[in-house]
Each structure stands twice: as structure tokens, then as C-alpha cells.
């Protein structure tokens, strides 16, 4: 029952919660352990009619930590059998010791451990064991630590296989208290492809496009901006004259406020009014007349807001007859002031 108290106190050492202070450095160590070891030795030929059962005792061990993996040790124990004389037909104990080697491997430089040995065991008589087995060291200081572990043993001059187990306290000696700063572990960087963006779907990506937020309908060009074109934009007016006059019907004022409009639209742009009269009468007064003419309605865009200086007027008489016939009708054709206004304005390409 004792072996189960032991096991059970393994199993509870490798399941505590406490983590190994890793990265022990190496050093010398010294510990001192329970122990208990389940022998059943029948008829020991050293006594005759001797079985030597369970023992339970203590023991002593030195120690190297060369590396976080491995380290080596002396132990020794002092054991006490308990043992049945056959012959004698009585109970009583038997001392023994043991004393050995073992050499440690640490899984993982971290809590658990392996180990295998060889042992030498002085019970009624020596024997030489090799074992092997596994244990668990929790540390309470950067030095203190406790252990816990089994074996089994086989022995080499006899045909014994038993099983011990060891509950200890060491100090391991040289460990460097300084805290450790934990270091941070860095960020993860979360990288998300992402589909190179068009805001304005104007077939130009983002990085390239200096013109955000292009209307839809507009042709862009290769930066992502509108295209422009120039384009000629005209306006003209006829205001014909009853024969020997000057005077504007007030039918065109709509035809002059257009043209008004025109110029105030186009900012750069002159107006030529060219001031025209018909063949009857003397060619000199005519071309007075034509001039008149034109002057009357350059007042009218004036009265309409379009400056002077944007204003010329030409005075051509019969010079330059629209219809050459001599008929009322074409007399009433060539009495006229005309006018022709071009710009060029800057307009959108449409896509
Ligand atoms: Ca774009
Ligand atoms: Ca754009």
C-alpha cells in the first residue's frame, strides 16, 4: 500500500499546476529523499528460508545539472526490509543500503524527467541492479525543489525485478535570482490582400488617379481626370430695317438679348456689327445710314450690360448687297445689320 501512497504522490506532482522554472542553469545539487522499495525475494540462498519483502527508508543524493537537459548523481539509501524467517517462523526487519548512479535526461529542459542507472544493493548480500525510470521536479525557489519519481530495478546476479519509488527535496546550488524581464512577444503583423481600388470607376486605380471622385459620364484620361475638347460655339443675328431708318423693331430685342447673353457667357469674345443699306439712293448717305444702323444696335447691347469696348461697328452702305435684284423685296433684304460671334469653349469628353 505504501508503493500506491507513492504513486499516487507522482501522479499529483505532475499534474500540479506550478510550471517549471525553465532554463535552469547548471550547478551542483544535494538532496534528501523517502524511499521505498517493494522487494519479494524468496528463500534468499545467503539465509535459507528467508523472504525479504517491502522496504521503506531514506536516502541521500549529490547531483550535476550539466545543461536544461541532463544531469547525474550519486545516491544513497538507507533501507529497511521488512523480512519473514521461514525457518525461524518469525517477522522482523533487515537494514540494507543502496548506492549507485544515475544519469538524468530533462524532456524538453522542463519538469519531467527520465533517468537510468545502476545500483548496488546490500541486503544479506550484495547485488548489482540496472534501473530505470521517470519523475516529475517541481521548483519552489530558483534553487529549492522538490522531486518525485519511480524505478524499476532488475537485477543482474539475480533474477530480481522490483519496484521503488522516491520522494525528495533538493537545492540546487548557483541559480541566478535576478528576475527575468518576460519578453513580449512581437505583434503579429495581419497582412490582408486587398483588391487594388477604383472610388470612381473610371478605370483608373486609386494610386494613380489624380482626380477623385470622377463623374461617371466623363471620359478620363490617363491620370483619371476628364478629358476635355474644344469645340467652336457661334451666335449670329439679322435686324432688318424699314427703308430710310435707323431705328430697332422691338420684334429682335429677344434675337439682341440672346446674343447679349452670348458674350456675357463668353467673356473673351468681341462683337463686329456690320451695318448694311440697300442700292436705292446716294451710296455716301447709305453708308451713313448703314453706320447708324449698326450704332443702334450696339446701344441696345449696351442697354443690355455688354461694355463698349467689346462693341465695333462698321458702316458697309451698299458695298456688299445681300440680294443684288432691284425688287422691293430685296431692297428690304439688304437693309439689315448682321452679326457673327464665335468662341471656343472648353467642353467634357463623354465616355
Ligand atoms: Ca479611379
Ligand atoms: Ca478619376
Known sequence: MKLKSLTIAIALA????????????????????????????????????????ESTGWGVEAGYRFSDYWSARLEYADMDFNAFDKVAGNRNNIDGERYGID???????????GLFGIKEMDVVDDNT??????????????????????????????GYTDVGAKIGINYLFGQNSAPVEPVQPAPDVVEVAVAPADSDNDNILDADDKCPN?????????????????REVTTSLLVTFPHDSAEVGSQYFTDIASVSEFLKEHTDTTVLLEGHASAVGDANYNKTLSKKRADDVAAELVKDGIAEDRITTVGLGEERLKNTANTKAAHAE???????VKSIERVKVKR
Not at 439688304?334 to 457673327?340: D, F, G, L, M, T
Open 129 to 158: 541492479f540496472l534501473n530505470a525510470g521517470v519523475g516529475y521536479q517541481h521548483f519552489i525557489t530558483d534553487g529549492l525543489f522538490v522531486n518525485a519519481e519511480t524505478s524499476v530495478y532488475q537485477g543482474l546476479d539475480k
Open 214 to 230: 470622377t463623374p461617371m459620364e466623363d471620359a478620363v484620361d490617363g491620370t483619371g481626370c476628364t478629358l476635355y475638347e474644344d
Open 334 to 340: 439688304n437693309r439689315r445689320v448682321e452679326a457673327h
Open 14 to 53: 505532475a499534474t500540479s499546476a506550478s510550471t517549471f522554472a525553465a532554463d535552469k542553469e547548471e550547478g551542483f545539487y544535494l538532496g534528501a529523499f523517502g524511499d521505498y522499495y517493494d522487494a519479494s525475494w524468496k528463500n534468499m540462498r545467503a539465509q535459507a528460508g528467508l523472504d525479504v519483502n
Open 103 to 113: 544519469a538524468l535526461y530533462h524532456l524538453d529542459g522542463g519538469p519531467f524527467y
